[in-house]
């Protein structure tokens, strides 16, 4: 474990929030810069979208093995050291991602990028959860937000390197100072979180944050297609030229990144059940429109609709977790997370499954259902 660089200090609520969205926005930028290049790599290796699937698969697998871990470490360190520690891990994962010879190579470095992502996500949305309670109004989704805008502009980057045939691990690099340094000046200005007595770790979720993690499972395998599969699905079935494969990605990242910093006042103004139908619906939508229509402005159109039916549905769902009455924050985090990120990371490998199976199109019908799921799912929980 990697101690905290620097010793905490006593600051402003406001420079709380700058500092924990600071570690959103450079927890996106390393998870985007990864799915920015995930066809260069496929490429590079000569992988069968099959093949791909089943390296993909290293991602959900890591993040298993990190699960036990994060929720256990959690209540030992408090989520300050956490996010500090497994934030750095996490960025030298990424330049491992990009120095892999083969798909062996590659599945080991995918695990050990899952591990500390996992890691990643439940200490930053604790610090958020902290942040929030502070500010006695919602804005977690706002640093979602920032998640997503780095997930915008790790596109927008990855997209000048391919386009000047910079190598992945090259880029990679790059990206991982940039981290570093982000954590470095952040990291004073955490909180420190870190109780005497956090009661225990191992605790059966209620019904209600299971049910938050299933809705969380089918959005964020709709989240998930979209970072690994948008460009591949440009690319082969679009049938986009190269300068605009990355496009219907790029629409993707615009609008969940937007919609997340209005999320908030949605969700305060038509509450959590009607603002998940609505995500629901648009996420759904938005896929059918891109399978039905596979040409470059229609598809970007349906992905366009998918950012804004992703965009609140995690920052709901982790906000009302936070809150449970029966757990530790940073340990209903970790459950509702846990459910939640498997979506992310297994709809992926299955999409690649599907389109060795049958097509890429097929696959992508499979996922709007996830979308529709949402829906049903929200409507009959009461939340």
Same mark, same amino acid.
């Given at each position: 474990?990697?101690?905290?660089?620097?010793?905490?200090?006593?600051?402003?609520k406001?420079?709380?929030?700058?500092?924990?969205? !600071?570690?959103?926005f450079?927890?996106?930028?390393?998870?985007?810069?990864?799915?920015?290049?995930?066809?260069?790599?496929q490429?590079?290796?000569?992988?069968s979208d099959?093949?791909?699937?089943a390296?993909?698969?290293?991602?959900?697998?890591?993040?298993?093995?990190?699960?036990?871990?994060?929720?256990?470490?959690?209540?030992?360190?408090?989520?300050?050291?956490?996010?500090?520690s497994a934030?750095?891990v996490?960025?030298?994962? =990424?330049?491992?991602?990009?120095?892999?010879?083969?798909?062996?190579? =590659?599945?080991?470095c995918?695990?050990?990028?899952?591990?500390?992502?996992n890691?990643?996500?439940?200490?930053?949305?604790?610090?958020?959860?902290?942040t929030?309670?502070?500010?006695?109004?919602?804005?977690? !989704?706002?640093?979602?937000?920032?998640w997503?805008?780095a997930?915008?502009?790790g596109?927008?980057?990855?997209?000048?390197?391919? !386009?000047?045939?910079?190598?992945?691990?090259?880029?990679?690099?790059?990206?991982?100072?940039?981290?570093?340094?982000g954590?470095?000046?952040?990291?004073?200005?955490?909180?420190?979180?870190?109780?005497?007595?956090?009661?225990?770790?191992?605790?059966?979720?209620?019904?209600s944050?299971?049910k938050?993690?299933?809705?969380?499972?089918?959005s964020?395998?709709?989240?998930?297609a979209?970072?690994?599969?948008?460009?591949?699905?440009?690319?082969?079935?679009?049938?986009?030229p190269?300068?605009?494969v990355?496009?219907?990605f790029?629409?993707?990242? !615009?609008?969940m990144?937007?919609?997340?910093?209005?999320?908030?006042?949605?969700?305060h103004?038509?509450?959590?059940?009607?603002?998940?139908?609505v995500?629901?619906?648009?996420?759904?939508?938005?896929l059918?429109?891109?399978?039905?229509?596979?040409?470059?402005?229609s598809?970007?159109?349906?992905?366009?609709?998918?950012?804004?039916?992703v965009?609140?549905?995690?920052p709901?769902?982790?906000?009302?977790?936070?809150?449970?009455?029966?757990?530790?924050?940073g340990?209903?985090?970790?459950?509702?997370?846990?459910?939640g990120?498997?979506?992310?990371?297994?709809?992926?490998?299955?999409?690649?499954?599907?389109?060795?199976?049958?097509?890429?199109?097929a696959?992508?019908?499979?996922?709007?259902?996830?979308?529709?799921?949402?829906?049903?799912?929200s409507?009959k929980?009461k939340?």
């Open positions: 474990m990697i101690d905290a660089p620097t010793v905490p200090l006593p600051v402003s406001k420079a709380l929030r700058i500092a924990v969205g !600071a570690m959103f450079m927890a996106g930028l390393s998870f985007s810069s990864w799915a920015s290049r995930i066809a260069t790599v490429q590079d290796m000569g992988l099959a093949a791909l699937g390296v993909l698969f290293s991602l959900p697998v890591g993040l298993m093995c990190s699960l036990p871990f994060s929720g256990w470490i959690i209540t030992k360190i408090g989520s300050r050291k956490l996010l500090i934030l750095l996490y960025s030298v994962a =990424l330049v491992t991602l990009g120095l892999a010879q083969n798909p062996f190579q =590659l599945i080991i995918l695990i050990c990028f899952g591990f500390s992502s890691a990643v996500n439940i200490s930053v949305n604790t610090q958020a959860v902290v929030e309670e502070l500010y006695q109004r919602p804005i977690l !989704a706002s640093f979602h937000g920032l997503s805008s997930g915008f502009v596109a927008g980057v990855g997209t000048f390197m391919i !386009a000047n045939h910079v190598a992945p691990y090259q880029h990679f690099l790059l990206m991982m100072v940039v981290i570093m340094i954590v470095i000046i952040a990291a004073r200005y955490l909180k420190d979180d870190k109780v005497a007595n956090a009661g225990p770790v191992f605790v059966m979720p209620d019904s944050l299971i938050l993690g299933v809705i969380a499972f089918c964020m395998i709709c989240e998930g979209m970072f690994d599969w948008s460009v591949i699905y440009f690319k082969k079935v679009v049938l986009a190269t300068a605009l990355g496009a219907g790029t629409a993707f990242m !615009a609008t990144a937007a919609g997340r910093f209005f999320a908030d006042k949605f969700a103004r038509y509450g959590l059940k009607r603002t998940l139908q995500s629901g619906t648009l996420t759904a939508t938005g059918l429109i891109a399978v039905a229509f596979p040409y470059i402005y598809a970007m159109a349906g992905f366009l609709l998918v950012g804004v039916g965009s609140s549905v995690v709901m769902v982790f906000s009302a977790a936070g809150k449970s009455k029966t757990m530790q924050p340990v209903a985090l970790a459950a509702v997370s846990t459910i990120f498997l979506g992310f990371l297994v709809g992926p490998p299955i999409i690649g499954f599907i389109a060795g199976l049958a097509t890429l199109r696959s992508f019908i499979l996922i709007a259902c996830m979308g529709v799921s949402v829906v049903v799912v409507t929980a939340i």
